[in-house]
């Protein structure tokens, strides 16, 4: 079930009920969303649903997915570049709140343990984020559009956990300098290749 109305939306805005992020996603889930999810099995009879609150909690954070996708990485033909600008960008902002915790999804992966539900669930959030980047390094005319994927990947991951350790949006700001950097070094032999194509057709 993914709809507005559904368990899994029950119980992550039962964790969510203080709107802490106005529309950005939340800033953790392992504490908020079990104990959601362990009151709602409770208390709403959603054991009818789920075959328990771990199962319930992975349908939570499979339901925040899109969303959270959306935020970071809003899926349009823009300039690229401005694209990844605006990934660190919204990162940054989101750090500037109090509550911020980091990246939920890695959040969710780190504290809990393997072979909980919610482990496959960040594992297809991720593949997904990995999809829409390796479609933006695409079209920026990567050699390897996988590899910059990848590498945009550790820099979102490091910006979210690092302005969270720090308590400041800088490691977003410079995880965004480098981004830039390996999009040049990513692009430069395929920009230089159509440089020479300009000059030979002169």
């Known amino acids: 079930m993914t709809s507005a109305t559904s368990p899994a939306a029950t119980s992550w805005d039962a964790a969510y009920a203080a709107g802490r992020y106005a529309g950005e996603p939340p800033v953790s889930f392992t504490r908020d969303i079990l104990a959601a999810a362990r009151k709602a099995m409770v208390t709403s009879g959603l054991y009818r649903h789920y075959a328990g609150?771990?199962?319930?909690?992975?349908?939570?954070?499979?339901f925040r997915d899109k969303t959270h996708l959306d935020w970071l990485l809003p899926e349009d033909d823009g300039d690229g570049r401005q694209r990844v600008r605006?990934?660190?960008d919204r990162i940054a902002?989101?750090?500037t709140s109090?509550?911020?915790?980091?990246?939920p999804f890695l959040r969710a992966s780190l504290?809990?343990?393997?072979?909980?539900?919610?482990?496959?669930a960040v594992a297809e959030h991720r593949h997904r984020l990995h999809?829409?980047?390796?479609l933006l390094a695409a079209r920026l005319g990567a050699r390897e559009p996988d590899a910059l994927a990848r590498q945009l990947m550790v820099l979102a991951d490091g910006a979210a956990s690092g302005c969270a350790v720090q308590r400041s949006p800088a490691p977003a700001r410079d995880a965004r300098e480098l981004?830039?950097?390996a999009i040049?070094?990513?692009t430069a032999e395929t920009q230089a290749v159509q440089t020479q194509d300009v000059e030979t057709d002169k």
Do not use: S
Not at 98 to 103: P, Y
């Open 93 to 95: 902002r989101a750090a």
């Open 53 to 62: 609150k771990d199962e319930l909690a992975a349908a939570a954070l499979r």
């Open 184 to 186: 040049v070094a990513a």
């Open 131 to 134: 999809a829409r980047l390796c």
């Open 179 to 181: 981004a830039l950097v």
């Open 111 to 120: 504290e809990l343990p393997a072979g909980h539900p919610a482990q496959g």
């Open 86 to 88: 605006a990934m660190f």
């Open 98 to 103: 109090a509550h911020f915790r980091g990246c």
